[in-house]
């Protein structure tokens, strides 16, 4: 199954930042690719460079020679008796390395493949501070004969390097599913298409990339003969060649190149293979490089001939069926190079000798290719690709992007002419009736609708031809989608893009109730709102105990105090019923802090019990009849009050650390937005003030919220220091508590109507105001608001945003600087300078009446 490193596929298609492979493969499923597994990085703990300083050989008794090894692992090294940094002692069995190599080194804590974890431990007489690793303890292929040498694979870090990053062993990668009708997605090309149909992402076909201007004819002599072609189709119709002469081909690879090849699942050999596999898995075309030294001209495809055997690269002689495609060569074809399309032969291997090469990249029959990979039990990488089918227009854009890796990596020129034998025919035709997708998706979808996603997949498709049921859609297929060959595959592939999810699932129709109300609606959208800003919705239980209002510090004759004792309590140590839906939605904090999650960011929506005061004890009702009226009343008039609240509790990083930054802490300023979230989703104009007498909130970082007509909604700020103790929280931990109730009551009935946007430009207008520190900044943005109302320009505020708070000798000591960001625009005209510089002057007029603010030099 392919294998989809991220960072490869991000060539092809622009990836979002942060993408994981686990939504990545969620992306992918939407347009049927899925996932097969999530590899994750291969390494965890710390893997570094390491420079050989010392290695003394050690006979042992078994007869083995191990290697006393004093590693310079940079930052990492251990100390000395003196303080001073000392080189880590690390025993090796490996002999093909010295002093001064630099090599990888897993110090104690890192985990390796199987897993494996290392430790410092005593052995042959030493304690080994680490392991020097060969690619097999890596997972980077089966070599264990060595470890790994990194000037020897074309990498260069200075000591203490992370090793993960130069590996590629610290990032994920996908392994998806493919159907047998799927084949291009068998390459970073395909998926990166199928990406860009599930989410919209720009792509770029880079099998469309122009070649270099070679010319097609005076290459190495190609012949195709075919006399005996399976099910009436040749077994190949393009055949690309072309010869670069002077490459050091037996080299290895680019250490980027090796590692792209390790995540994808295949081993790094040397230049010449790792080139051809590499631009087969990045394009989807298999391709394959010949010593060119062993060939005769001419090359000739043709079917084997009885009694012929061929030794294969894995080491086996093979027995040759008359229906097998070969690459042959020599003026009678006699010799065989390989098995067209499955794997080549040992006699033009690329050896340690060869500098030049030839580079073919062909295309050929899928069935052919399917049943002599069958026959010879040999799933090759190129014949699962070649069975599926391959694009025809891929082999001589794949060559020119090999002869470029060669040259660039490997020296050498390539000639100045190529060969290309093509016999390729035009992709089919297919005329799709313009009312079948709609009657077998069982969606009303025009012929405009199917055009664009047939358009998207890569198709040609023409205006429609004809009326009514006889209207078809003339399309023509993309060459890389040899599946598509009657109309009914085009419809699913309409059906594909459109979104299985999309197609609904129809059902008798059967009564049933009106929905929900408007309230639970917007209960339902104050609860999603939250969870979309980031915070994690909770549930907890409703029974608590006085110590839970004590550790709140809540005085005694605070409101909450009193509360609704059950009969029949679960617990002793809680038998009340919460008045505050922060006592418990705290307690559930506490504990996610108590097990390792410092970072968090709950809520919850749920109902709190107000007890009465002078209310009677509800009647127990008769069990043989129904209650009367009045003891039905009675028992309605017992029930305590039970409004719903809305709370909110903030710990640790609001906005985690990275290599973006250190992070932000969350503080008081994040649960006031929180509220005013809650009162812009419902509608509701909230107001603010400072209010220092609400535990269990901080006195001078406490807000206390209002509606418009004075009815109070709630609090939100920092938790006080002493609570946060109490409780073991972060520090400066936040929370808010609202009353939901009371936000829906004030709430418009009607349906909110969107404002006509204005065609007129916006004109901008930045203010900063000299306040005295103690004037909240609500009241002053209060104050610029009212002021930019009053101004002779009339009400063109847009919006008034506070972007900076500045304190210092410039402003004197004991105030501050608050700078507003000003959007003014005209519903009926484009604002002149004097209008916008009248908004300007009443906001300060406004704002020095009210608190003597001053304009900011």
């Known amino acids: 199954m392919p294998r989809i490193p991220l960072t490869w596929l991000g060539e092809h298609v622009e990836l979002p930042a942060g993408l994981t492979a686990e939504q990545l493969a969620a992306d992918l499923v939407r347009v049927g690719l899925e ?43 251990a100390t000395a008796e003196d303080g001073t940094s000392a080189p880590r002692g690390i025993v090796c069995g490996a002999h093909n390395f010295d002093v001064g190599d630099h090599v990888v080194v897993a110090l104690p804590g890192a985990v390796l493949p199987g897993p494996f974890a290392i430790a410092s431990r005593k052995t042959y007489g030493h304690v080994s501070d680490g392991m020097i690793c ?40 996908l392994e998806i599913n493919v159907t047998p009708d799927r084949g291009y997605c068998f390459a970073m090309r395909g998926v990166a298409r199928e990406y860009s149909h599930a989410t919209g992402a720009v792509f770029t076909d880079r099998g469309l990339a122009p070649v270099p201007d070679v010319p097609a004819t005076g290459g190495f002599p190609v012949e195709i003969r075919d006399d005996a072609p399976v099910h009436g189709v040749p077994g190949a119709d393009r055949f690309v060649a072309q010869v670069v002469r002077g490459v050091a081909a037996d080299a290895p690879s680019p250490a980027w190149m090796q590692r792209r090849l390790t995540q994808a ?59 097998d495609l070969l690459i042959t060569d020599g003026p009678d074809a006699g010799r065989v190079l390989g098995l067209a399309g499955v794997m080549g032969g040992a006699d033009t291997e690329v050896s340690a000798a060869t500098t030049d090469l030839l580079i073919e990249a062909a295309h050929f029959d899928p069935v052919t290719v399917a049943r002599t990979a069958r026959r010879h039990k040999l799933p090759s990488e190129a014949a699962k690709r ?19 890796l060669l040259v660039e990596h490997g020296g050498g020129a390539p000639d100045a002419v190529l060969t290309d034998v093509d016999r390729t025919t035009p992709p ?90 408007v ?61 505050s839906l922060l006592v418990t939605l705290l307690e559930t904090a506490r504990r996610n802090v108590a097990r390792g999650t410092s970072d968090l960011a709950v809520y919850e929506v749920g109902a709190v019990t107000l007890p009465r005061a002078g209310t009677a004890p509800a009647p127990v009702p008769p069990v043989a009849e129904r209650p009367s009226a009045d003891v039905l009343d009675a028992i309605r008039g017992a029930v305590p009050a039970q409004p719903r609240h809305v709370a909110g509790v903030l710990a640790g990083l609001r906005e985690p650390a990275g290599w973006w930054g250190p992070g ?25 003030v400072a209010d220092s007498e609400r535990a269990p909130w901080h006195p001078g970082r406490c807000a206390r919220f209002t509606t418009a007509d004075g009815a109070l909604v709630g609090w939100a700020g920092e938790l006080h220091p002493k609570v946060v103790t109490a409780l073991g929280l ?75 708070v500045y304190t210092g000798e410039q402003v004197g000591a004991g105030h501050r600087s608050l700078a507003f960001a000003l959007r003014l625009r005209a519903a009926d005209r484009t604002l002149t300078a004097d209008e916008t510089a009248a908004v300007r002057e009443a906001v300060v007029s406004e704002a020095g009446r009210r608190f003597g603010a001053t304009l900011r030099a």
């Not at 000037?151 to 993960?164: K, T, V």
């Not at 590499?278 to 391709?287: A, F, K, N, R, T």
């Not at 005013?676 to 909230?686: N, P, Y």
């Open 35 to 77: 996932e097969e597994a999530v590899h994750p990085a291969a390494v965890s703990g710390p893997l570094v460079v390491g420079k050989v300083v010392e290695r003394v050989p050690e006979p042992q008794k078994n007869g083995k020679t191990i290697n006393w090894c004093q590693v310079d692992v940079g930052p990492h090294n």
């Open 519 to 579: 309230a639970q609606r917007r209960r339902r959208r104050v609860a999603q709102v939250l969870a979309d800003a980031g915070w994690v919705e909770t549930l907890s239980y409703p029974f608590v105990g006085t110590a839970q209002l004590d550790a709140l510090a809540l005085a005694a004759d605070d409101d909450r105090r009193p509360m609704v004792r059950l009969a029949n309590p679960l617990s002793e140590e809680q038998p009340y019923l919460r008045s």
């Open 428 to 517: 089919p035709h297919l005329d799709l009736p313009v009312a079948l997708p709609a009657r077998l998706i069982g969606l009303d979808l025009d012929a405009a609708a199917v055009a664009g996603y047939l358009r998207a997949i890569g198709c040609t498709v023409g205006e429609v031809v004809g009326a009514g049921a006889d209207a078809v859609l003339p399309v023509t297929v993309p060459t890389w989608r040899p599946d598509l060959t009657v109309p009914v595959d085009l419809v699913e592939e309409v059906a594909r893009l459109h979104g299985y999810d999309a197609i609904p699932s129809v059902v008798p129709r059967s009564p049933v109730g009106l929905g929900l109300t």
């Open 134 to 173: 060969s690619s097999r303890e890596l997972g980077l292929g089966d070599d264990h004969d060595g470890i790994i040498v990194l000037s020897e694979i074309g990498i260069e870090a200075e000591p203490g390097a992370d090793a993960r990053a130069l590996l590629g062993l610290g990032e994920e990668v």
């Open 265 to 323: 699942g295949m081993r790094p050999i040397s230049l010449a293979v790792d080139v051809t596999n590499y631009v087969m898995l990045d394009l989807g075309q298999p391709l394959h490089a010949y010593d060119l030294a062993t060939l005769a001209e001419p090359v000739v495809v043709r079917r084997a001939r009885a009694g012929e055997r061929l030794t294969t690269l894995d080491g086996v002689e093979r027995t040759l069926d008359p229906e």
């Open 730 to 804: 972060p520090a400066r931990a936040c929370a808010f508590e609202v009353d939901l109730d009371v936000l829906l009551t004030a709430a418009p009935r009607a349906e909110v109507v969107a404002r006509e946007v204005s065609t007129f430009p916006v004109a901008k207008e930045d203010v900063a105001l000299v306040v005295p520190g103690s004037v909240p900044v609500a009241d002053v943005l209060a104050a610029v608001r009212d002021g930019a109302a009053a101004s002779p320009a009339g009400d063109v505020l847009e919006s008034a945003r506070l972007f900076d």
């Open 664 to 688: 932000r802490a969350a503080d008081h300023a994040d649960a006031v937005d929180a509220v005013r979230l809650l009162g812009e989703t419902l509608g509701v104009e909230l107001r603010v």
């Open 386 to 404: 070649f069975e599926r089918g391959v694009d025809p227009r891929l082999p001589r854009v794949a060559v020119a992007r090999v002869v470029e």
